[in-house]
């Protein structure tokens, strides 16, 4: 028991590592989070409108203009080249990253766990095979995710996403052949 364990934690942390990797030490999804001058009047004006908390999709039709047909195909004509975003709003900014990294250790670990666990049904296969399989793996996630949500919102950071796909879990592969 104690060496599932173990190498769970140990891939938990490559997980980790991988993504302070890629979201801070080489920045891969700096596209996704951007600086604009524009900041300051925008949050200001977000507050003014008294906003609840949560994500929007900008641009979106009305409850009405969704339930009925004919007012679906006229916001559709009337949307056809116009902007759109996405806003995930927040009212306060809470610069404490400890609760959210710990949570963040726990999920990698559990992914770990998991994708070790699913190895562990191959038996002794090569290798090869549990690279590629922690690599598929790692591929649907992207797909069913990431990649889902970029044909809808272009989500700038999406070959950054590929690369998470593939990088840390071809190393949990390769890691899977010394516990199996």
């Known amino acids: ?13 490559i997980l980790f ?11 891969l999804h700096g596209s996704a989070q951007a600086y604009t001058p524009l900041q300051d009047p925008i949050l200001e004006r977000l507050a003014e409108l008294n906003l609840e908390e949560g994500m929007y999709a ?3 039709p009305s ?9 679906g195909a006229e916001y559709m004509a009337r949307m056809e080249g116009q902007p759109y975003g996405v806003l995930n709003y927040h009212k306060n900014w809470r ?19 998991l994708l070790f666990g699913i190895l562990g049904l191959a038996g002794d296969a090569t290798t090869g095979k549990r690279v590629m ?9 992207f797909m069913f ?8 919102f272009k989500n700038p950071d999406i070959w950054a996403h590929l690369a998470d796909a593939l990088a840390p879990f071809a190393l949990l592969g390769l890691l899977s052949s010394k516990i199996h």
Do not use: C, H
Not at 17 to 27: C, E, H, L, R, Y
Not at 63 to 71: S, V, Y
Not at 96 to 107: C, K, Q, Y
Not at 133 to 141: F, N, Q, R, S, W
């Open 17 to 27: 590592v991988w993504q302070f990797i890629s979201f801070a030490g080489a920045n």
């Open 145 to 152: 995710y990431p990649y889902s949500n970029f044909i809808w």
């Open 63 to 71: 409850p009405e203009e969704r339930a009925d047909p004919a007012l």
């Open 95 to 113: 610069g404490d990253m400890t609760p959210n990294l710990l949570r963040s250790v726990v999920m990698n670990i559990l992914t770990a766990l």
């Open 58 to 60: 900008l641009g979106s």
């Open 133 to 141: 399989i922690a690599v598929a793996v790692g591929l649907a996630g």
């Open 1 to 13: 028991m104690k060496k599932p364990l173990l190498f769970g934690f140990l891939g938990g942390l």
